[in-house]
């Protein structure tokens, strides 16, 4: 077989980066894995384990002990602060630019004046600094759980409206504004009072809707990624596809990574997507398949430890099978994209080392090294079919 494999466990760092002192002081000391698995003593990831996660973290914690057998490494964040947009788009092999950082409040009457000339029925909300409601079932403001400022969310109930029409004024505010990531998203069984509800301000001047706190997340969720200035053509799916090489983008990765000659599937349940990620791999003799697993990361921004960890239980179970069903000089990548440490005290993301572990079964152990960025996953997958490189990154094969 000729199959090249990447599970991203969404936000799994494994200790802050050097740098947060100076550019986020609120993320020293997170160690998601380790902090995980302290206030979790009798948690057991045995494939994860296998794959040299330990080793990787650099000590051994509860249950969980080193592999003598690991392919492992870890990778800095090249990207400013800690994003899964902008984490995703170096994974695929981009050079991360400093995304502009802007409240909403800037943009907000472009935003307003666009929409009603869109047709649309809009409404300011708030006492100081304001959000939009759209039709009376979408709010636009900040993102409240990301790094501040560089995403805008729409937050919608989709028992009134479709999801259709949710996109659709989704792109309204992505031509009309210049962050990295507007993200249109809604749920079912959730009332505008439960939307209205969850609004919250941070640092004065950020507004928008705690989306976990909402229940958008509940029941009937869907989510788009409408990102800024990114160029597919440098990044391994747009590379791989043009040279006929299939390509299936499983989970968030689907919303987020451009994929234009190959397939993408939206999904949000770790079951699920790690079950569609297996089919996937037993359809395919030749191909690259990524999968992102979110509920980690929504885990995270709970402040959910036991949500996390069970999350993981499943995800590890499944990364197991996959082990299983590889053969030849398939390969396997398991990493992640940022930190969301859920024992910080804070909802947002940290910025935090990632581990990349590497398996294959004709492999022997070795170390990849600190990697510079998360970009040598991308050079990695385009070099193993022999395509050319991406736009950033150094291939560890």
Known sequence: ?????????????????????VVRPQNVGANTCKHILEKMPNLILPNLGKLGLMNALGEEIGCMKKSIDAVYGKAALMHVGADTFLGHQEIMG?????????????SIDKVYNALKEAGYKVEYLGKNTKI????GCVTVGDNIEADLGQVYNLTSTLDLITYEEVIKIGKVVRNNVKVSR?????????????????????????????????????????????GYGVNSKVQAPTILGKKGVFVSLLGKV???????????????????????????????????ICTNVQETDLAGHEQNTEKYAEKLT???????????????????????????????GHSHHTREYVPILLYG?????????????????????????????????????
Do not use: W
């Open 94 to 106: 981009t050079k991360p630019k400093p995304p502009l950082i802007e409240p909403f409040s800037k």
């Open 1 to 21: 077989m000729n199959r090249f494999v990447v599970i991203v466990l969404d936000s799994f760092g494994i200790g802050h980066m050097e740098d947060d002192a």
């Open 361 to 397: 079964k004709d492999l022997k152990a070795n170390y990849l090294g600190q990697r510079k960025t998360l970009s040598d996953v991308g050079a990695t997958v385009v070099k193993y079919f022999n395509c050319e490189n991406t736009e950033n990154g150094q291939s560890f094969l």
């Open 254 to 288: 689907a919303d987020i990574v451009a994929n234009d000659y190959g397939k993408s599937t939206s999904c949000i349940d770790t079951k699920e997507v790690m079950e569609l990620t297996i089919k996937e791999i037993q359809n395919t003799k030749s191909g690259f």
């Open 182 to 226: 507007v993200i249109a998203f809604g749920g079912k069984n959730v009332s505008v009072k439960n939307i209205l509800d969850a609004v919250e301000e941070k640092d004065g001047k950020y507004v928008g809707v705690n989306a976990p706190k909402s229940g958008v997340y509940n029941e009937g969720y869907q989510v788009m990624h409408m």
């Open 132 to 135: 939009l409601l759209v039709n």
């Open 314 to 344: 499943i995800a590890d179970k499944y990364i197991g099978r996959i082990m299983e069903i590889l053969d030849g000089n398939d390969r396997l990548v398991v990493m992640a994209d940022h930190g969301n440490d859920p024992t910080i």
